[in-house]
């Protein structure tokens, strides 16, 4: 078990620096940095401007250089520019300074440092997620329970067909759905509107007006498919010996399903719901871009946006690492979850 | 012209019946669901005359209801629509105007199901999908959009006026707004205008064309690259395995967004770092049909020499000037020998749709090669003396069609929304297209004061990636009963 999670976190290290180098690669690419330089200095720039502003902050350096300093492992660049003045990547009295060194860089955009900027901006999406998850999980089990435990019946028929539709309708449909019909008085004439289609308030203060449709957008595209994860795994477990015995013993059918069904049947959907965090992220873009929520998808499209670059790599470090460590979790999860399953 | 309601006359007679049927087949849904936790089981009994009897009790007795008030409030809707194809222009509002512009679709559909129903026992797969009902809805839903798609892009039917033309004075205007006096088009805008006074129905409309032509074929190149990569990786396993199989994962941790906003920007395309990429990617279709026509018919020199070189000339052909874009890095081929020049932002999407969907493919077949490749036919191939690609491209893969088969319709879905994604946040095609997600993300931006320019596009995405889930979950049933 010990070596199995070793090298899984050896992979993983190995999948980070992949990715990172990529992102840094081609936020570094001629065209990318030359947009910073006229967004940060002036539109009208020269291209000899344009060059000697980026020589002056280091960006002209060669790529396994640059990303060396921002990993931490290469002294940061001292540079004397052409305008005389001497511009360094780290602070006085520092070489290195880089991801390594918890140095995470500065936010073009922000202006701030990238640490300060993930840290509250992944708070706000946490809180976020939070309640996604308080919502789609409970939901999404009792509807796949619902439907697995009598296969074939009209409420399982019932039941499926609603999950798929959920699966079918990605956050920026049943968003602008959402806010089209409980957010405005235009197709059903509220008294009073019951939710605010914009979730920028919620950030200081959330309550059950502003952060009820961001939150449900979310849940509603994970739920189905994770419903139908259940309903699979509890049809299969309905099948069971011990199911028959119980029966056969005159257990009552409510009873069979918690007492004897539902440990067992919730075994596969554990691994389903950390999968789905890496979906999630994408969903959270989307819905904070939507309902204008200053979280972390949110600094993800500013960030692209802009060729943000420290601020990208920081975003796309926080998002790789958890994606991967969902995976881990569910890999680990599963094997404790589930006695027949060893890892020699 | 008057504006047009929503169901004009008609809507006296059915709206009444259609909100009480939806009513009562919502509540007797519930009410079943709530049940089927208590109520006893329906069992069958049988008769002394040799009958058999469903015995429901409560339980049984809404599951019918149910069934009954779907279908009726299924026949209260085709009858808005049968309704407004046949009676005349104005008199059924906007739902039956809509109807009437989608004559042809009605007609090639009642068409193509008939004759499907009349043959289904000879069509194989394809003809049990209309054994059951979902696989049926789904099939109708998606072939909808797709004789839409055709009829409106190739014959110009459908839409009622120019996706692109903005007419004064119908800037956000409501559904169902006249024409200003004395213009001779359409008389109407059905669904209203949008933000730049233009038509929502049509944009609607020509939207489906865009969809159906970039997400089957973006998803058949995922496939190509998928299953040329995943055979090997599945049925050698070792070290390529193991290098294909951390490629592909390392390209699934990315936040999918995050690689659109690093792919489809304007100064990578400047880069010319998608066409390189269209370049890598679009070869594997040439290797497929080359490996897989070689490996069967190499014992046969005479017939397999002539077939390679058409239809890998053919194939370069395409392939050639495919890749080769006036305006790109990528520029060789003298315009007199290039077939096409495909617009560069579609390129530009297409290249990175293909590329996020087939890692995921590679993972799918890679897993059936690895469970397909202990099977008696393999080792009885390999006794043969067969060579390893005709194993992989002519024993295993056939035999892994019906899992392909229902994940191709499933991914030709997700295609749809990663395409809707990237029109979601202005990517790639031009803003004034009128693809379904970039229509979604004009609509959204003043979406509490106007309604309804973005919830068409939303709506028409919905029904055809419902469709295709549905019509996956037909397949799948119906080839799990073999």
């Not at chain 2, 104005?90 to 193509?112: D, E, R």
């Not at chain 2, 995922?222 to 390529?240: E, K, N």
């Not at chain 2, 070869?283 to 080359?290: D, G, K, R, T």
């Amino acid at each position: 078990m010990g070596l199995f999670i070793l090298r899984r976190v050896g992979v993983m290290l190995l999948t980070a620096l992949c990715l990172t180098f990529i992102v840094f690669w081609l936020t570094n690419l001629y065209p990318n940095l030359e947009k910073l330089a006229k967004t940060q200095g002036n539109f009208r720039m020269s291209d000899e401007a344009v060059t000697s502003y980026l020589t002056n902050r280091g960006y002209q350096q060669a790529l396994p250089v640059k990303y060396g300093q921002w990993l931490g492992v290469l002294p940061g660049y001292v540079i004397e520019g052409s305008d005389g003045e001497v511009r360094s990547r780290c602070e006085e009295g520092k070489t290195f300074c880089g991801v390594i060194q918890g140095d995470w860089g500065f936010s073009t955009v922000f202006k701030d440092n990238v640490s300060t900027i993930v840290s509250t901006r992944l708070g706000a999406t946490g809180k976020l997620m939070f309640w996604v998850m308080m919502v789609m999980v409970p939901g999404a089990l009792l509807i796949g329970v619902l439907a697995g435990m009598r296969e074939g019946s009209g409420t399982d028929r019932t039941l499926s067909t609603a999950s798929i539709v959920s699966t079918a309708t990605p956050e920026y449909v049943s968003g602008v759905i959402l806010i089209a019909v409980l957010g405005t008085k235009v197709i059903i004439d509220w008294d009073t509107i019951p939710f605010k289609g914009s979730a920028t308030s919620a950030i200081d203060d959330a309550n059950f007006e502003n952060f009820f449709l961001p939150v449900i957008t979310i849940a509603l595209y994970g739920m189905g498919y994770i419903a139908r994860m259940t309903r699979a795994s509890m049809t299969e477990v309905m099948t069971a010996q011990y199911i028959r015995t119980a029966r056969l013993k005159g257990v009552s059918f409510p009873k069979i399903v918690i007492r004897h069904a539902l440990r067992n049947a919730l075994i596969a959907p554990f691994t389903v719901i950390m999968l789905q965090f890496p979906w999630l992220l994408n969903g959270v873009v989307i819905v904070e871009t939507l309902f204008n929520y200053k979280g972390f998808g949110w600094t993800l499209v500013e960030a692209a946006r802009n060729n943000d670059i420290e601020l990208l790599l920081g975003v796309s470090i926080v998002s790789v690492f958890v994606v991967l460590v969902t995976q881990l979790i569910s890999d680990i999860g599963y094997v404790f979850l589930n006695p027949r399953i060893r890892i020699s | 012209m008057e504006a047009l309601t929503w169901t004009g006359s008609l809507g006296n007679i059915l709206n009444p019946m259609l909100s009480i049927g939806a009513a009562v087949f919502a509540v007797s849904v519930i009410i079943q669901i709530v049940l089927s936790f208590f109520a006893p089981a329906m069992t069958l009994q049988s008769n002394a005359d040799g009958t058999l009897m469903k015995r429901g009790g409560a339980l049984g007795m809404f599951e019918t209801m149910t069934k009954v008030f779907f279908f009726a409030t299924l026949a209260i809707c085709v009858l808005y629509l049968v309704c407004g194809v046949v009676m005349p222009y104005g008199s059924t509002g906007i739902v039956g105007a809509m109807a009437k512009q989608f004559t042809p679709v009605w007609i090639a559909l009642i068409l193509t199901f008939v004759t499907s129903i009349t043959f289904k026992r000879r069509l194989g797969l394809y003809g049990k999908l209309f054994d059951s009902i979902i696989g049926m809805i789904g099939f109708g839903l998606v072939m909808f959009w797709i004789f839409t798609a055709i009829f409106a892009g190739l014959f110009d039917m459908i839409a009622t006026h120019d996706p692109v033309q903005q007419i004064s004075g119908l800037k956000n205007k409501l559904p169902g707004v006249p024409m200003p006096e004395g213009d001779e088009r359409f008389p109407h805008y059905l669904l209203g205008g949008d933000n730049l006074a233009r038509d929502i129905f049509s944009r609607m409309v020509y939207g489906s064309t865009i969809v159906i032509a970039i997400a089957p074929l973006a998803t058949i190149f995922a496939f190509m690259v998928g299953i040329t990569l995943g055979l090997p990786a599945g049925f050698y396993g070792g070290r390529l395995d193991t290098i294909l199989s951390f490629l592909a994962n390392l390209i699934l941790a990315f936040p999918v967004i995050l690689l659109f906003y690093l792919l489809v920007t304007p100064e990578i395309v400047a880069t010319g770092i998608p066409s390189y990429m269209a370049a890598f990617l679009f070869v594997f279709p040439i290797v497929f049909f080359a490996v897989s026509l070689n490996s069967r018919f190499y014992t046969q020199p005479s017939k397999r020499n002539p077939m390679l070189i058409v239809i890998l000339g053919a194939l370069t052909w395409l392939y050639l000037s495919m890749i080769s874009q006036s305006g790109t890095v990528l520029n060789f081929l003298p315009p007199a020998a290039d077939l096409f020049d495909v617009d560069g932002g579609i390129l530009v999407v297409f290249v990175s749709v293909v590329f996020v969907n087939s890692p995921t493919v590679f993972r799918i077949v890679r897993g059936l090669a690895l469970d397909l490749r202990t099977r008696d036919y393999v080792a009885a191939a390999q006794t043969r003396g067969e060579g390893a690609w005709y194993i992989m491209l002519w024993e295993i893969l056939p035999n892994a069609r019906g899992p392909l088969i229902v994940d191709f319709c499933l991914r030709i879905g997700y295609t749809t929304i990663l395409l809707g994604t990237l029109g979601f946040f202005g990517l790639g095609l031009p803003p004034e297209s009128p693809d379904w997600g970039s229509t979604i993300n004009e609509g959204r931006k003043l979406l509490l004061i106007y309604v309804h320019p973005p919830l068409p596009p939303a709506i028409a995405l919905l029904s055809l990636v419902l469709g295709l889930n549905l019509l996956a979950d037909g397949l799948r049933e119906e080839s799990l009963k073999d």
